[in-house]
Structures are given as structure tokens and as C-alpha cells.
């Protein structure tokens, strides 16, 4: 007889549906699949034969499994699964992985090497293991399997739900077995089924004919011939589970009750079994077996929970290494126990309802008293508690009922989860450590878990959760909480506040923190507070909120100075970078220096990071050169600050519009926007998507340019400091390209009223360039404002500089200084060389002017300008400048292509080039002559070109036609 039914029996529909599956991923079209249903249905070994079928079809295959050891392991699952990609001696190309490779040192140690700690993002790890995978898995395909994963953490938890989103065009499949009660687990498993990203596959119990199978399976013998009696009872008494068939059958035989004949099987006596207890009896009775010193050491086994480490069971059993070796030899013969993979020294219980049988056979003193020893002998070996121990002797404290021990324990437990970035985890064990320490004496301790909670629930979305906590303050205050304490944690909430976006709440906690600490309280005290005020300001819509923000930075410096506080002295210094780059260059970058040296001297990577970055972007304001951006970004990345370098990424899209190089930009944009999209980082995404805009505008692409400013509201972009840059860098030169000057007028108008209601940090929306030279070239401007203007830093940004010296080479022709105007329109276009698009325009734009001026050469000027916007496809700028050469006498080629901007439906009735610029600016419902005005042409020929477009399409009007021109354009 075996033990364990060497056949899959009532399987063959979900087995098929792994099987091809598999077959799928190994194509390159991934999934999930999630295995659900009570303890002892199947899934293990339903697991195990996918995976078999997996090896064998040549796939790589990774396992893990959740663990019910103390109240959670993060990652455990995960851990345990990356770390066999390297036990099997495979050759492994992990350059690939590039900066996700220090940030996958969380779950494989020897990446971690040499790496300072530092907090990653659940979703940035999580598409750390997607790469990785995908990288394992090149070729053949991968298999990862996560067997357990109801007892994983709320961080493994998050990864498996990014990566069953992830996975459809990946060589990964995702397999992972859930117990069908309710819990995180099972619900991410019927969420993935609703949005179709993973398959969910319910086990349901044998019936009685699968039961007989199963039965026939054990005993090697046909179904047939398996007495009915014993097929009843199994199926009474099983109720259609294997695992309990299994163990039912196997009392069975070893009770004498069913022995062998030479017909096969011969039941002796009457069969009497009972379910639940027929379960806990066979174990029991399998345990009494080893001896009073066996079943003992298994009791102690069974407290430490479903894995067990032996040098723990040793300690606790007192018990030499012969005789504990001989005792789990004899657990292994009698399939209770079974070495655990990872390590040497831990066993495993081969099923849960293992330790759960022998639990339930202790006595609440014994099971006390066991758990005490238990912990004790953990705290022996390992004094200062690492890792997982920690949780394991808080959760053995808690079954000992040392209350205040296990509270202690869960909430250092907890501050190390939030320390490793561990934010689920850290919430459920300080939460718990919360309700555990509910005494007047322990309001200390109380504090410190709330100043460890307040950061956790923040870092992982929970706000609302943190202001709840807000009333817990209350509760300390008549505890005798020294008010210092308090005013931390009002400053904690308010720091939540900040990153919640909840400026005025986040006031409010600044101001009871300030209430607490009285009329002198310490630097130490202040300078966080007034560092979180600062923030806080800089993000309340409000004229004078740049000042206020700086003044209250200036003083939380000072303060962290006086008080040795690096971090609150880094990120203070770097806010006032921030602030003076409009004003100050020279002081912007000595701030930020500060900032950098403090990161440098105290040895915080990641505010080095920062400052380098800040600095970066005010070397490319200065110089459109992005040389300092590429070294900042690859600080970031190989620090695993992989949300900075995203930042950088984006800068670099946007100076490769204003360069011009659109096909590239293309590229850059779509694989930022892809990434920050997917890591839902906001700020990246609608910086992005207005980069995305400006590069539709300068094109003249005015319908993507829509397409993306309306994605841009959709991601928050109406209260956002990027705002002003899709007036001024997209909508501005899209009206500028159709020569629509007026609606340029309006827009950029409306980008300086938002920077005058909400002022921002970003200074290229045309304040500081732009509008000075449509200003002076209207007549609106002159030297007063000229000089404003080109006296500030932001006018001296490359970008702004190049209007600038556009402005001053018109002022100079118009008094007849010649030789000045010329000067100034030759460093025009030295600065504008960066910036293609730009400098073309400027050449149409003052073109003009000089002709009537008489200073320059506008007739190259815009004989260069037509060719630009020729070339790349902007005709209503490129016929401008033919229309103003003709004004001069000059002759110009007719140029005839552009055909193929043309819809179809319009080329297929004879729309030529020209009617379709005249159908463009029907759907504004324009008149003839604001027609010709925009396309250079005389009222005449926009008549001429109106009827036959009214002919050529068959409409019975101009007003007909206006609407036809509108349905054409939107389709």
C-alpha cells in the first residue's frame, strides 16, 4: 500500500488547463493561475504536477511558499522562490536587469552586498521581479510557483497582484495555491478573475466514484475490487477531501482494520472512523508510536508553527542531536514531518492540519508553558532577535500570555518591517502592538509605536487610517506623555498631511505641535516642524506662498544646524535651492551644494541623490546641456532610486522636443510614460503628458496635442504646478505654428494668469521669454520691460535667453541701431542653435519687423524658416513665410507636396493642399478675410477655394461645408 495515492484523481479538467497554460507562456503569452480550496483538497499536489510537466517541457521553475511562522515574513514567498533561480547551478545573465538589480537586494541577499538600505516603493520591487523573471524565463519560459500564499504578507501580497497584471505578453506564468477561506489572498485571486488577468480554478471535493479511484490508487488494486463498506466510509467520513481519504485509509490499515489478502484488501471487524477527530485520532495515534520524548518533541515543533527550526525543538526538548535526529527520522517513516527545503536545520510539517492535530491534543497550561520555553530558547540562541525571530518569539509571548512582552516584540518587529520598506507588514504588527500595550504605563511605548505607525500607514496610501489615529493623541495626553513626545507625533501627522496632499490638515497638526512646545521650545523640536511647515506651504494655492516657505525653510535650517539634525538640514536646504532658482541662481546652487555635502558628510545616499539631481536641472535650465541630468540619473539608478531616475528621464524627453530630434522624443516619452504609468508616480506621468503635448504642438499636430493635455487632466493636471508649461510650451506654439496669433495672445496670457494665482517652480511656460517678444513685437513692451525681464535668473535660462535676444535685436532696429540689432540677433541664434523649432519661428516671427525696420537679412531668414517647417510638415507656418517673401518682391517655389496630410476621403474628391488649408479653418467658422490673414493669401482666393470645396464635397453650403470640415476632423 502507499500512503499517498500515486495518481492525480478528479483533476483532469484543471490539469489540462495548466497544461496548456504552460504551453502558452513558453510562446511568450503569460498569466496566472490560482489553485483554491480548503486544506487538504489538492493544490499542493496539483502544484507539483504542473510542475513536473514544467521540468520536463524544459521551463524554469521557481517555488516558494507562505509561512505561518510569528504574524508574517515579508517576502518570505518570494525570497524563497529567487533564491532557487541560483541554487541549481544554471548560468544566470543578470546584467540585464540593469538598476533593478540593486533593488531586488531585499529578496536576494548577495545583490544587497556592499548597497546601502534604503526604502523602495512596493511597485518598483514588484517590477524588479517582473524583469527578473522575464530575464529567467527568455527562451523557455518561466514557472513560478508560490504554494501558500493565504500565509504570505501584505507585501508579497502586492507583488503577486502586479505581477498577475503584468504578465500576458511575459514567458512567466504565475501559479499559486490559496485556501478557500476568506482572507487578502482569495480576494486578490477573484479580482485578478474579474479583470481577466489570471485564472481562477476552485478544487471541489472527490465524489464517490473519484473517492474509489483515489482508494484504488493507495491500494494498488482496480476500483472495482475495492469493497464498497470501505469506499463508504471514506466517503462519509472525508467528505470528498484527499488528504482526509488519505489519512482515513492509512488508519485503516494501520489500526488491522483493513489488511491484505491474496484477493487484494479484506476489511476486518467493523470500519468506525469520525471526521473531524478520525483526522486528529490517525495522527495521534501515529505520534503515540514515537514515544512520550517523540510526541513531545513534535508538540514543541507544532507551537513554533508549521516550519520549525530544530535547534529551537532541541533546546526546548532537551534533547541531544542523536536522539532528536532519530525522533524526526521516525516523524519522516510515519509522513508527519519532512525536511524543509531552503535550509538544513528546519523541518516542515507535511500538512497544515498536522500541527493543528497535534494542537489541539495540548492542554491551554501545557500549550502555555511550551510556548514560554519556546520563546526563551529562541531569545538564548539568538539574543539580539534578526530577522523573522523577532515576530516568532512576540508571537510565543502572545500564546504564553506575556501580554506586555508581545507587545514590545511586535512593535520593534513592526519598526524594522517599516525600516526595510515593509509598509503592509509593519502596519499589522504595530497595529497589533498597539492594542496589546493599552496601559498608563506603557504610554512611552505607546509613542513610539505611533511614531513608527503614522510614517507606515503613509507610505502605504492608508491616510485615512493615519488621521484616525489622530484621537490616539488625545488618549496620551493624560498619561503623562512628556509634551515634546506629542509634538512629534503632531508633527508626524503632519508630515502624513503633506504627502497626502492635505495641506490645511497637515496646518493644523503644525499648529497643535507648536501649541505643545510652548513660546521657546529647543532646536531640536523646531526644526522638524518648521521643515514639514515649509512643505506644506510650497503646496497651498496661495500668491505669496513661495515666501513664506522659504522663510520657514531658512528657519528649520538654522535650527537642524544647531542641533546636529542632518536629514531635516538636507531637506530643508534643498527646498530653499528650489526657491531661489527663480530669483538666484548662484544662491539656488550653493543651497543645493549645502544639501549635497550634508548627504555626502552624514552618509544619506539618497539626499546626495536629490541634490545632485536639483542641481542637474538647474545646469540644464542654464546651458540645454543634459550631461549633468545623465550622471545625476546615474547616481539614482545605482542606488535604486528608481523613481528619481524616472524624474530624469523625463527632463531628458522634454529637452529632446525643444532639440527637435521628435522621432526620438517619440521613443523617450512613450517609455517614460509607460514606466511612471504603470508605477502610478503621478507627477512623472503628467510631466510626461505635457512633454507629450509640447511635442504634439511643435509639430503642429494640434489633435494630438488635445489628445494628450486631455489625458493631463485626467492624471490631476488642473492643479498642477505643470499646468502653466502646456500653456506655454504646447498650446502657445500650436496657435504660434497655425498662425493664429491671437489665440497664442490668449493662451499665453492665461499660462501667466495660473503662475500669478498658484507660482510654480518651473520657468519656461513664457513668462520669462516668450511674451517679452510677442509683447515687443505688438507694440506692448519695450526697453522697461526688457530690462525686468532679462535681469532675472529664469531670463537667462538658455530656452528663455533665446527670445529674449530676439526681443532686444527688434527694440535695437526699431530706434535704428543696426549694428546693436544685429549683435543681438546673431546671440539669438548662437543660443537658439539648441533648439531648432524654436529658432525657425523666432526667424518668422521677427522677419517682419526687420524688413520694415530695414536691419538684418530677412529674406534668408525666412527663406530658412520656409524650408524648416517645409521639411517637417507645418505648412501654415511654412506658407507664411512664402506669402511674406512674395510681400518683398521675392520669388518663391510653388511647393506642391504635403498631399498626404489630406484625409483620404478628401484626396478621393480632388482637395488640393491649399483647399485643405482653407477646410482646416472653416471649422473655426472664420470669415474669408481672417482666413486669408492666417494663410497669407488675399480674401478672393479663400472664396475661390471655399466654392470649390463646396463642389468638390457636395455640400449645399458654407455653413454645411464648416460642419462636414468639423466631423471630418474629429474622426
Given at each position: 500500500?502507499?500512503?499517498?495515492?500515486?495518481?492525480?484523481?478528479?483533476?483532469?479538467?484543471?490539469?489540462?488547463?495548466?497544461?496548456?497554460?504552460?504551453?502558452?507562456?513558453?510562446?511568450?503569452?503569460?498569466g496566472?493561475?490560482?489553485?483554491?480550496?480548503?486544506?487538504?483538497?489538492?493544490?499542493?499536489?496539483?502544484?507539483?504536477?504542473?510542475?513536473?510537466?514544467?521540468?520536463?517541457?524544459?521551463?524554469?521553475?521557481?517555488?516558494?511558499?507562505?509561512?505561518?511562522?510569528?504574524?508574517?515574513?515579508?517576502?518570505?514567498?518570494?525570497?524563497?522562490?529567487?533564491?532557487?533561480?541560483f541554487r541549481?547551478?544554471?548560468?544566470?545573465?543578470?546584467s540585464?536587469?540593469?538598476?533593478?538589480?540593486?533593488?531586488?537586494?531585499?529578496?536576494?541577499?548577495?545583490?544587497?552586498a556592499?548597497?546601502?538600505?534604503?526604502?523602495?516603493?512596493?511597485?518598483?520591487?514588484?517590477?524588479?521581479?517582473?524583469?527578473?523573471?522575464?530575464?529567467?524565463?527568455?527562451?523557455?519560459?518561466?514557472?513560478?510557483?508560490?504554494?501558500d500564499?493565504?500565509?504570505?504578507?501584505?507585501?508579497?501580497?502586492?507583488?503577486?497582484?502586479?505581477?498577475?497584471?503584468?504578465?500576458?505578453?511575459?514567458?512567466?506564468?504565475?501559479?499559486?495555491?490559496?485556501?478557500?477561506?476568506?482572507?487578502?489572498?482569495?480576494?486578490?485571486?477573484r479580482?485578478?478573475?474579474q479583470?481577466?488577468?489570471?485564472?481562477?480554478?476552485?478544487?471541489?471535493?472527490l465524489?464517490?466514484?473519484?473517492?474509489?479511484?483515489?482508494?484504488?490508487?493507495?491500494?494498488?488494486?482496480?476500483?472495482a475490487?475495492?469493497?464498497?463498506?470501505?469506499?463508504?466510509?471514506?466517503?462519509?467520513?472525508?467528505?470528498?477531501?484527499?488528504?482526509?481519504?488519505?489519512?482515513?485509509?492509512?488508519?485503516?490499515?494501520?489500526?488491522?482494520?483493513?489488511?491484505?489478502?491474496?484477493?487484494?484488501?479484506?476489511?476486518?471487524?467493523?470500519l468506525?472512523?469520525e471526521?473531524?477527530?478520525?483526522?486528529?485520532?490517525?495522527?495521534?495515534?501515529?505520534?503515540?508510536?514515537?514515544?512520550?520524548?517523540?510526541?513531545?518533541?513534535?508538540?514543541?515543533?507544532?507551537?513554533?508553527?508549521?516550519?520549525?527550526?530544530?535547534?529551537?525543538?532541541?533546546k526546548?526538548?532537551?534533547?541531544?542531536?542523536?536522539?532528536?535526529?532519530?525522533?524526526?527520522?521516525?516523524?519522516?517513516?510515519?509522513?508527519?514531518?519532512?525536511?524543509?527545503?531552503?535550509?538544513?536545520?528546519?523541518?516542515?510539517?507535511?500538512?497544515?492540519?498536522?500541527?493543528?492535530?497535534?494542537?489541539?491534543?495540548?492542554?491551554?497550561?501545557?500549550?502555555?508553558?511550551?510556548?514560554?520555553?519556546?520563546?526563551?530558547?529562541?531569545?538564548?540562541l539568538?539574543?539580539?532577535?534578526?530577522?523573522?525571530?523577532?515576530?516568532?518569539?512576540?508571537?510565543?509571548?502572545?500564546?504564553?500570555?506575556?501580554?506586555?512582552?508581545?507587545?514590545?516584540?511586535f512593535?520593534?518587529?513592526?519598526?524594522?518591517?517599516?525600516?526595510?520598506?515593509?509598509?503592509?507588514?509593519?502596519?499589522?504588527?504595530?497595529?497589533?502592538?498597539?492594542?496589546?500595550?493599552?496601559?498608563?504605563?506603557?504610554?512611552?511605548?505607546?509613542a513610539?509605536?505611533?511614531?513608527?505607525?503614522?510614517?507606515?500607514?503613509?507610505?502605504?496610501?492608508?491616510?485615512?487610517?493615519?488621521?484616525?489615529?489622530?484621537?490616539?493623541?488625545?488618549?496620551?495626553?493624560?498619561?503623562?506623555l512628556?509634551?515634546?513626545?506629542?509634538a512629534?507625533?503632531?508633527?508626524?501627522?503632519?508630515?502624513?498631511?503633506?504627502?497626502?496632499?492635505?495641506?490645511?490638515?497637515?496646518?493644523?497638526?503644525?499648529?497643535?505641535?507648536?501649541?505643545?512646545?510652548?513660546?521657546?521650545?529647543?532646536?531640536?523640536?523646531?526644526?522638524?516642524v518648521?521643515?514639514?511647515?515649509?512643505?506644506?506651504?510650497?503646496?497651498?494655492?496661495?500668491?505669496?506662498?513661495?515666501?513664506?516657505?522659504?522663510?520657514?525653510?531658512?528657519?528649520?535650517?538654522?535650527?537642524?544646524?544647531?542641533?546636529?539634525?542632518?536629514?531635516?538640514?538636507?531637506?530643508?536646504?534643498?527646498?530653499?535651492?528650489?526657491?531661489?532658482?527663480?530669483?538666484?541662481?548662484?544662491?539656488?546652487?550653493?543651497?543645493?551644494?549645502?544639501?549635497k555635502?550634508?548627504?555626502?558628510?552624514?552618509?544619506?545616499?539618497?539626499?546626495?541623490?536629490?541634490?545632485?539631481?536639483?542641481?542637474?536641472?538647474?545646469?540644464w535650465?542654464?546651458?540645454?546641456?543634459?550631461?549633468?541630468?545623465?550622471?545625476?540619473?546615474?547616481?539614482?539608478?545605482?542606488?535604486?532610486?528608481?523613481?528619481?531616475?524616472?524624474?530624469?528621464?523625463?527632463?531628458?524627453?522634454?529637452?529632446t522636443?525643444?532639440?527637435?530630434?521628435?522621432?526620438?522624443?517619440t521613443?523617450?516619452?512613450?517609455?517614460?510614460?509607460?514606466?511612471?504609468?504603470?508605477?502610478?508616480?503621478?507627477?512623472?506621468?503628467?510631466?510626461?503628458?505635457?512633454?507629450?503635448?509640447?511635442?504634439?504642438?511643435?509639430?503642429?499636430?494640434?489633435?494630438?496635442?488635445?489628445?494628450?493635455?486631455?489625458?493631463?487632466?485626467?492624471?490631476?493636471?488642473?492643479?498642477?504646478?505643470?499646468?502653466?508649461?502646456?500653456?506655454?510650451?504646447?498650446?502657445v506654439?500650436?496657435?504660434?505654428?497655425?498662425?493664429?496669433?491671437?489665440?497664442?495672445?490668449?493662451?499665453?496670457?492665461?499660462?501667466?494668469?495660473?503662475?500669478?494665482?498658484?507660482p510654480?517652480?518651473?520657468?519656461?511656460?513664457?513668462?520669462?521669454g516668450?511674451?517679452?517678444?510677442?509683447?515687443?513685437?505688438?507694440?506692448?513692451?519695450?526697453?522697461?520691460?526688457?530690462?525686468?525681464?532679462?535681469?532675472?535668473?529664469?531670463?537667462?535660462?538658455?530656452?528663455n535667453?533665446?527670445?529674449t535676444?530676439?526681443?532686444?535685436?527688434?527694440?535695437?532696429?526699431?530706434?535704428?541701431?543696426?549694428?546693436?540689432?544685429?549683435?543681438?540677433?546673431?546671440?539669438?541664434q548662437?543660443?537658439?542653435?539648441?533648439?531648432?523649432?524654436?529658432?525657425?519661428?523666432?526667424?518668422?516671427?521677427?522677419?517682419?519687423?526687420?524688413?520694415?525696420?530695414?536691419?538684418?537679412?530677412?529674406?534668408?531668414?525666412?527663406?530658412?524658416?520656409?524650408?524648416?517647417?517645409?521639411?517637417?510638415?507645418?505648412t501654415g507656418?511654412?506658407?507664411?513665410?512664402?506669402?511674406?517673401?512674395?510681400?518683398?518682391?521675392?520669388?518663391?517655389?510653388?511647393?506642391?507636396?504635403?498631399?498626404?496630410?489630406?484625409?483620404?476621403?478628401?484626396?478621393?474628391?480632388?482637395?488640393?493642399?491649399?483647399?485643405?488649408?482653407?477646410?482646416?479653418?472653416?471649422v473655426?467658422?472664420?470669415?474669408?478675410?481672417?482666413?486669408?490673414?492666417?494663410?497669407?493669401?488675399s480674401p478672393?482666393?479663400?472664396?475661390?477655394?471655399?466654392a470649390?470645396?463646396?463642389?468638390?464635397?457636395?455640400?449645399?453650403?458654407?455653413?454645411?461645408?464648416?460642419?462636414?470640415?468639423?466631423a471630418?476632423?474629429?474622426?
Amino acid at each position: 500500500m502507499q500512503t499517498r495515492a500515486p495518481l492525480l484523481v478528479g483533476r483532469d479538467a484543471e490539469l489540462t488547463e495548466l497544461t496548456r497554460s504552460l504551453s502558452g507562456t513558453r510562446a511568450g503569452r503569460g498569466g496566472a493561475a490560482f489553485l483554491v480550496g480548503e486544506a487538504g483538497i489538492g493544490k499542493s499536489r496539483l502544484a507539483a504536477m504542473a510542475t513536473g510537466r514544467a521540468f520536463d517541457s524544459g521551463m524554469r521553475v521557481l517555488r516558494g511558499r507562505g509561512s505561518t511562522i510569528g504574524p508574517m515574513v515579508p517576502f518570505r514567498p518570494l525570497t524563497e522562490a529567487l533564491l532557487s533561480l541560483f541554487r541549481g547551478g544554471e548560468p544566470f545573465e543578470d546584467s540585464e536587469l540593469g538598476p533593478y538589480r540593486p533593488v531586488l537586494g531585499r529578496l536576494i541577499p548577495e545583490w544587497a552586498a556592499g548597497a546601502p538600505p534604503q526604502p523602495v516603493s512596493l511597485v518598483v520591487l514588484a517590477e524588479a521581479v517582473l524583469r527578473l523573471l522575464s530575464v529567467a524565463g527568455r527562451g523557455r519560459g518561466c514557472l513560478l510557483v508560490l504554494e501558500d500564499l493565504h500565509d504570505a504578507d501584505a507585501e508579497t501580497l502586492a507583488v503577486v497582484e502586479y505581477l498577475s497584471d503584468n504578465l500576458d505578453l511575459q514567458p512567466i506564468m504565475l501559479l499559486a495555491t490559496i485556501r478557500g477561506e476568506p482572507g487578502a489572498a482569495l480576494d486578490l485571486a477573484r479580482a485578478s478573475e474579474q479583470r481577466r488577468t489570471g485564472k481562477l480554478l476552485e478544487l471541489r471535493r472527490l465524489d464517490r466514484v473519484q473517492v474509489r479511484a483515489m482508494a484504488a490508487s493507495c491500494l494498488e488494486m482496480p476500483g472495482a475490487e475495492v469493497a464498497d463498506e470501505v469506499v463508504q466510509r471514506l466517503w462519509v467520513d472525508s467528505a470528498g477531501n484527499p488528504f482526509i481519504v488519505e489519512e482515513l485509509l492509512h488508519g485503516l490499515v494501520s489500526n488491522g482494520l483493513l489488511v491484505p489478502s491474496g484477493d487484494g484488501w479484506q476489511v476486518v471487524g467493523p470500519l468506525r472512523t469520525e471526521v473531524p477527530a478520525a483526522v486528529v485520532r490517525s495522527i495521534a495515534n501515529r505520534t503515540d508510536r514515537l514515544g512520550p520524548q517523540g510526541r513531545m518533541l513534535l508538540s514543541v515543533a507544532a507551537v513554533l508553527g508549521h516550519r520549525f527550526p530544530l535547534s529551537v525543538v532541541r533546546k526546548v526538548a532537551d534533547i541531544d542531536d542523536r536522539g532528536l535526529l532519530s525522533h524526526l527520522h521516525a516523524g519522516v517513516a510515519a509522513q508527519l514531518v519532512t525536511p524543509d527545503e531552503p535550509a538544513p536545520d528546519w523541518y516542515a510539517f507535511r500538512h497544515p492540519l498536522t500541527a493543528e492535530a497535534l494542537l489541539s491534543q495540548l492542554t491551554p497550561i501545557d500549550r502555555t508553558e511550551l510556548s514560554s520555553k519556546a520563546a526563551d530558547a529562541v531569545l538564548e540562541l539568538h539574543p539580539t532577535l534578526p530577522g523573522h525571530w523577532c515576530q516568532l518569539v512576540a508571537s510565543l509571548r502572545l500564546d504564553a500570555g506575556e501580554d506586555a512582552a508581545a507587545g514590545r516584540l511586535f512593535a520593534e518587529a513592526g519598526r524594522r518591517a517599516l525600516r526595510d520598506g515593509a509598509a503592509g507588514s509593519a502596519i499589522t504588527l504595530l497595529d497589533k502592538a498597539n492594542r496589546l500595550l493599552t496601559r498608563k504605563l506603557d504610554a512611552r511605548i505607546r509613542a513610539d509605536i505611533l511614531e513608527s505607525l503614522l510614517p507606515a500607514l503613509a507610505e502605504a496610501g492608508h491616510f485615512e487610517r493615519a488621521f484616525q489615529l489622530a484621537g490616539k493623541l488625545a488618549d496620551l495626553d493624560g498619561d503623562g506623555l512628556d509634551v515634546r513626545r506629542r509634538a512629534a507625533l503632531h508633527t508626524r501627522l503632519a508630515k502624513v498631511a503633506y504627502l497626502a496632499g492635505r495641506p490645511s490638515n497637515g496646518a493644523e497638526q503644525v499648529a497643535a505641535a507648536r501649541a505643545l512646545l510652548g513660546d521657546q521650545p529647543a532646536d531640536e523640536d523646531t526644526a522638524p516642524v518648521d521643515v514639514v511647515a515649509a512643505y506644506l506651504e510650497l503646496d497651498t494655492p496661495r500668491p505669496d506662498r513661495l515666501t513664506r516657505a522659504e522663510a520657514l525653510a531658512r528657519r528649520a535650517v538654522a535650527a537642524a544646524e544647531r542641533s546636529e539634525q542632518p536629514v531635516v538640514a538636507c531637506e530643508a536646504w534643498e527646498l530653499l535651492g528650489i526657491i531661489a532658482r527663480e530669483h538666484d541662481i548662484s544662491q539656488a546652487m550653493s543651497c543645493l551644494e549645502k544639501a549635497k555635502q550634508l548627504g555626502e558628510q552624514h552618509q544619506l545616499p539618497m539626499q546626495r541623490a536629490y541634490a545632485m539631481m536639483r542641481l542637474a536641472g538647474i545646469d540644464w535650465l542654464s546651458t540645454a546641456d543634459t550631461g549633468s541630468l545623465e550622471r545625476a540619473r546615474q547616481e539614482a539608478l545605482r542606488i535604486g532610486a528608481i523613481t528619481m531616475a524616472y524624474n530624469a528621464d523625463a527632463i531628458i524627453a522634454l529637452h529632446t522636443v525643444l532639440g527637435g530630434d521628435f522621432d526620438l522624443a517619440t521613443q523617450r516619452i512613450a517609455a517614460c510614460g509607460e514606466s511612471a504609468t504603470r508605477l502610478q508616480l503621478s507627477s512623472i506621468v503628467r510631466y510626461a503628458l505635457m512633454t507629450k503635448a509640447t511635442l504634439a504642438a511643435h509639430q503642429g499636430r494640434r489633435r494630438e496635442m488635445d489628445d494628450a493635455l486631455a489625458e493631463f487632466r485626467e492624471w490631476g493636471g488642473e492643479k498642477s504646478q505643470e499646468l502653466p508649461l502646456s500653456f506655454g510650451l504646447a498650446r502657445v506654439f500650436c496657435a504660434l505654428l497655425e498662425e493664429n496669433r491671437e489665440l497664442a495672445d490668449k493662451e499665453l496670457a492665461q499660462a501667466l494668469a495660473f503662475e500669478a494665482e498658484n507660482p510654480t517652480t518651473f520657468h519656461l511656460a513664457g513668462r520669462h521669454g516668450l511674451d517679452l517678444l510677442l509683447g515687443v513685437l505688438s507694440g506692448r513692451f519695450d526697453w522697461a520691460q526688457h530690462r525686468e525681464v532679462s535681469a532675472t535668473p529664469a531670463g537667462g535660462m538658455r530656452w528663455n535667453r533665446h527670445f529674449t535676444e530676439l526681443a532686444g535685436a527688434v527694440l535695437y532696429g526699431r530706434e535704428g541701431k543696426v549694428e546693436q540689432a544685429e549683435c543681438a540677433m546673431a546671440a539669438a541664434q548662437q543660443v537658439g542653435g539648441a533648439f531648432p523649432m524654436a529658432r525657425n519661428l523666432g526667424l518668422r516671427l521677427v522677419a517682419e519687423s526687420a524688413h520694415t525696420d530695414g536691419w538684418g537679412d530677412p529674406i534668408t531668414w525666412l527663406r530658412n524658416a520656409e524650408e524648416y517647417f517645409h521639411r517637417n510638415g507645418v505648412t501654415g507656418t511654412a506658407s507664411a513665410c512664402r506669402a511674406l517673401l512674395r510681400q518683398v518682391g521675392v520669388s518663391v517655389q510653388q511647393r506642391r507636396v504635403g498631399a498626404e496630410q489630406v484625409p483620404s476621403e478628401l484626396r478621393s474628391v480632388g482637395v488640393t493642399v491649399r483647399e485643405y488649408d482653407v477646410f482646416r479653418l472653416l471649422v473655426e467658422r472664420l470669415g474669408n478675410k481672417a482666413i486669408a490673414n492666417r494663410l497669407h493669401i488675399s480674401p478672393r482666393t479663400v472664396e475661390k477655394h471655399v466654392a470649390s470645396l463646396i463642389a468638390k464635397t457636395q455640400q449645399p453650403d458654407r455653413e454645411a461645408l464648416s460642419s462636414y470640415a468639423s466631423a471630418i476632423l474629429a474622426s
